[in-house]
């Protein structure tokens, strides 16, 4: 069983920036990937970013230069830096891990992005 904890969501002003963690704990080999996606109230969850057991990684159009998503494997956690916050990206994040048994979901941070 894998067991996922987000952290790092919180309150930001336009233009600003915040960094969440996902800190994944459990049986892991090392081939995996971890994906963060986000909700907004009355929306459909929405992919974000994403990042491949060999480290490639693709973005939504929409943070596309502002978002950063890595990973470190040694502390079985992945990373997304997100900078220029606009309001359009107030929602809860949630960190996604697949690998070769199955998905996991973690329990989700509220972001919201306000002046």
């Known amino acids: 069983q894998v067991h996922l904890v987000e952290s790092g969501g919180g309150l930001v002003q336009p233009g600003g920036s915040l960094r969440l963690s996902c800190a994944a704990s459990?049986?892991?080999?090392?081939?995996?990937?971890m994906a963060w996606y986000r909700q907004a109230p009355g929306k459909q969850r929405e992919l974000v970013a994403r990042?491949?057991?060999?480290?490639?990684?693709n973005y939504a159009d929409s943070v596309k230069g502002r978002f950063t998503i890595s990973r470190d494997i040694a502390k079985k956690t992945a990373y997304l830096q997100m900078n220029s916050l606009e309001s359009e990206d107030t929602a809860v994040y949630y960190c996604?891990?697949?690998?070769?048994?199955?998905?996991?979901w973690g329990q989700g941070t509220q972001v919201t992005v306000s002046s």
């Open positions: 996604f891990l697949g690998n070769e048994v199955g998905g996991y």
């Open positions: 459990g049986s892991l080999s090392r081939l995996y990937g």
């Open positions: 990042i491949d057991t060999f480290g490639t990684t």
